[in-house]
């Protein structure tokens, strides 16, 4: 008996858009096969490891590198000097501004790099570090960027001309010598007025600390020169590979066709592999100069001190509103602490990134924000952490100011919130701050959340327990943390969005081979993220080849098509964009062919599942397996045989994602031990792609969100000592912390991405900050508590319950 096929199972088959697929590469990760960067091992190879400076401000008297290269086995140790008659002592970073490679005259922060030990195993240039001589001769400490501000202390002198004047920065002049720039958008006057006219206004500072993303891989690459050949090939733990290829082309002189750069698997990046650090350009030196392959790996405590950190944003705001509670504007002002280089990783035109996010989801009709990068003796960076893009600050900012202002109006936060959001009918909204939201449905995601978790349930138990609390009966306080945020993700359009000149779009290649299997290319590169699962699933529902018949290859720059990499949740919505175009061109040619060998014209077939039928014949049909081999053989006369298709997406738009998330915390005073009693999580990323991998990347963007609020921060004391470089001090999140999430979705998908898929990969960590942080503060609302700063570890939870008196 021939059952028949039905559509649905034949859909099925593909392993398409909107199925739970397994991710095919654990099969290697979970046997250990994975091919890290450190797996590399090429015949000759040789180590380096870098001396690193223990000050945090010094000037470099001298550097004597004898002992060191006495040491058997030391091939060579570089130092500013070596790489200055190649041009190569600073670098540009992708901010705009330049970066020494190695210390030029002297150390901006404590563990910068200043010489390279080149040696025949790493345990011998680990050793000959320790033998290179460098006399330092301390300078004035600044680690406050308010004190760097006023201080006489030239932190960049290469920034002061002759005369004392300061030239401009990359994002126009400068009003200190330890500043960056200044960045402005909105109305200043108008925004000032309507917050000196309001009837309620709500002011509050708050630290958003400095914090470090972690991978569980460290940075590090493998630099090797083929001098017959003049070719450089580099490994390395790249999150955008083209980007470096450019980069490392423009600052060597090297032609970018004699250059290939290679992601190999990538163990985490959260945006702490997107910049370029000295010991990718000082790998690459020791490789020319030796003539062989030099490979370069971070330890622990050097990528926790020295590469790309996150936030470490001051920042002051002022909300106001109608006594009723609509808010009638914004106001915010940011002092952003970037370290001793600006080596942020955000588009040109954003020195901020996209902090004009912060109006949030809510309707205001009028803001401003100016924001002002500062100069520190700390490490450079402020690229990272689930969210390239400052968008987690702006989060941040928003969702406690709306907490400050509902206590400002007594009103309950989750009701000033629904009277406030844009509404469904606004979108595509403009934002006061300059922002086209392309679309959403807050009130639907906002009351699918209350009712999920029995809001009012929470709240009636909530003040019972103060009650209780009051009368002896507990000393236990519980809090409810809310937050509503939007994201904007999938930078992004090429009119505005472009790194050191190179524009934002992505690309991906797919060739079909005959036997109706297929390989597609993307310029981005995976992470963790499981995008050898997912864009193999776009493919499979646009072209109607099974998902498991689709090879997706990233990082090879000598093979796959440029793009600017995988940060800012942009995959989805531009490479992913791009396979969906892509998968349309070899769809549109298929459809030709298909017609040819049905022997009708193109018009007269349509596509179904996977494959191409005659209008109303559905029995006359060719499957696309069948029309893969086609396109090999009988190809239409007159048209080039072979199925491929390149697509090259500069999107219309960002996305805008959006999520509603409540926290239930129970906190003992006399401890200041938190306890997560409930997490819940609807996340709105548009139309999903792979639901499984969705819920994976929410867990790990709540924990690592959970993580920063509740302990995580790079602390410095006031000699610029790193206090917290080990995993000994560096609060990470176990199994014995997190709570069991509860995840939940809307589907809002965005109307201009051709599949309506918007990212995820950030929200949960955009949104889950401020939901912890909520939920700590709300604890403590009945007791007069406005507001205390990050990270809500026990210790300043019990401090705060001891200054509100709660300790009897
Ligand atoms: N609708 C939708 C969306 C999405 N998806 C999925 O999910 C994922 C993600 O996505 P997205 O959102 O687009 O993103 P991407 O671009 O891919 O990625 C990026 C992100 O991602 C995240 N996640 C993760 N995971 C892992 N595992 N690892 C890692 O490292 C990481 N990182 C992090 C970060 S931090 Mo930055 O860089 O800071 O900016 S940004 C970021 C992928 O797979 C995809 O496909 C789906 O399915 N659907
Ligand atoms: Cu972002």
Redo the contacts with the bound molecule.
């Keep these: 008996m021939n059952k028949e096929i039905t559509r649905q199972e034949r859909a099925d088959a593909l392993g398409g858009m909107g199925c739970k697929r397994k991710r095919v590469e654990d099969a290697r990760f979970t046997q250990g096969k994975g091919n890290y960067v450190d797996d590399i091992k090429l015949p000759g190879m040789l180590f380096g490891d870098f001396v690193r400076s223990p000050y945090a401000h010094a000037r470099i008297k001298s550097i004597n590198t004898d002992r060191a290269m006495a040491l058997d086995g030391v091939v060579a140790v570089l130092t500013a000097d070596d790489l200055r008659p190649l041009g190569l002592h600073w670098m540009p970073t992708l901010a705009g501004d330049k970066q020494m490679v190695l210390a030029d005259g002297k150390v901006l922060f404590q563990g910068q790099e200043v010489a390279y030990v080149v040696a025949k195993d790493r345990y011998i240039a680990a050793d000959a570090v320790e033998l290179v001589d460098v006399e330092y001769e301390e300078l004035p400490v600044v680690v406050d960027p308010f004190e760097a501000l006023k201080s006489d202390t030239v932190l960049r002198e290469d920034l002061v001309a002759e005369d004392g004047s300061l030239p401009d920065g990359a994002h126009g002049p400068r009003k200190h010598h330890n500043h960056i720039f200044t960045w402005e958008v909105g109305e200043k006057d108008a925004t000032e007025q309507v917050v000196s006219d309001a009837a309620v206004v709500a002011e509050e500072t708050m630290y958003y600390h400095r914090t470090h993303?972690c991978?569980l891989e460290t940075c590090g690459c493998v630099a090797s020169m083929d001098k017959v050949n003049g070719k450089l090939t580099l490994y390395g733990t790249f999150?955008a590979p083209h980007a470096i290829r450019t980069v490392v082309s423009l600052i060597s002189g090297i032609e970018e066709h004699n250059i290939r750069v290679v992601s190999p698997d990538?163990g985490?990046?959260?945006?702490n592999k997107?910049g370029a650090y000295p010991g990718y350009v000082c790998s690459v030196v020791a490789s020319i100069v030796t003539g062989v392959p030099v490979k370069w790996i971070e330890d622990r405590m050097e990528n926790l001190m020295t590469t790309a950190f996150a936030r470490d944003y001051w920042m002051k705001g002022k909300i106001a509103a109608t006594p009723e509670g609509k808010i009638t504007g914004l106001w915010c002002h940011v002092t952003a602490d970037h370290g001793g280089f600006d080596a942020c990783a955000d588009p040109t035109k954003f020195p901020a990134g996209f902090m004009n996010i912060c109006t949030g989801s809510y309707d205001i009709p009028t803001a401003y924000l100016a924001v002002d990068g500062v100069y520190t003796n700390k490490a450079p960076g402020g690229?990272?952490?689930?969210?390239?893009?400052r968008v987690t600050e702006a989060v941040y900012f928003i969702e406690r100011m709306i907490e400050v202002l509902a206590i400002e109006l007594n009103m309950d936060a989750a009701e000033l919130r629904r009277i406030n959001f844009i509404k469904k009918d606004q979108f595509p909204y403009q934002s006061a701050l300059g922002w086209e939201y392309d679309s959403g449905d807050y009130h639907t995601a906002w009351d699918k959340a209350l009712k999920a978790v029995d809001y009012e349930g929470l709240r009636a138990e909530q003040a019972q327990r103060v009650e209780d609390f009051k009368a002896g009966k507990t000393r236990k306080l519980m809090g409810i943390g809310l937050t509503h945020f939007t994201e904007i993700?999938g930078a992004g359009p090429v009119k505005n969005c472009d790194i050191l000149g190179l524009g934002m779009f992505d690309s991906c290649e797919i060739r079909i081979h005959p036997t109706g299997s297929a390989i597609a290319r993307l310029g981005?590169i995976?992470?963790?993220?499981?995008?050898a699962?997912?864009?193999a699933q776009i493919l499979a529902t646009e072209i109607g080849l099974p998902a498991d018949n689709i090879t997706i290859e990233e990082g090879d720059t000598d093979t796959a098509p440029y793009g600017l990499g995988?940060?800012?949740?942009?995959?989805?919505?531009v490479a992913?964009a791009a396979t969906a175009m892509a998968g349309r061109k070899i769809r549109a040619k298929a459809q030709m062919i298909a017609a040819y060998l049905l022997e009708v014209h193109d018009d007269d077939v349509e596509f179904d599942v996977d494959r191409f039928v005659v209008k109303g014949a559905p029995e006359k049909f060719k499957t696309m397996k069948e029309i893969a081999f086609a396109a090999y053989n009988q190809a239409i006369p007159g048209i080039e045989p072979g199925l491929e298709a390149v697509s090259y997406y500069d999107p219309p738009n960002m996305t805008y994602p959006f999520g509603a998330y409540i926290c239930v915390m129970d906190i003992d005073v006399d401890t200041g031990v938190t306890d997560i009693r409930r997490f819940y999580a609807l996340d709105d990323?548009?139309?999903?792609?792979?639901p499984m991998?969705?819920e994976g990347?929410v867990h790990?963007?709540l924990t690592e969100a959970l993580a920063v609020a509740l302990g995580q921060e790079i602390a410095y004391d006031d000699m610029g000592n790193v206090k917290t470089g080990t995993l000994m001090d560096f609060f990470l999140p176990t199994a014995w912390e997190v709570p069991n999430y509860e995840t939940d979705h809307t589907v809002t998908p965005s109307p201009h991405h051709p599949i309506g898929?918007?990212?995820?990969?950030?929200s949960p960590h955009v949104g889950g900050v401020p939901c912890f942080s909520n939920a700590v503060n709300d604890a403590f609302r009945a007791f007069g508590l406005r507001h205390t700063h990050m990270p809500h570890d026990h210790w300043r939870i019990w401090k705060t319950a001891n200054e509100l008196g709660l300790h009897g």
């Design positions: 993303p991978p999150q990538i985490g990046g959260f945006g997107v690229v990272s952490y689930r969210c390239s893009f993700v981005t995976s992470q963790g993220q499981g995008h699962t997912t864009f995988t940060y800012g949740s942009r995959s989805t919505p992913g990323c548009g139309t999903r792609i792979n991998i969705i990347q790990g963007g898929a918007k990212g995820v990969g950030e």
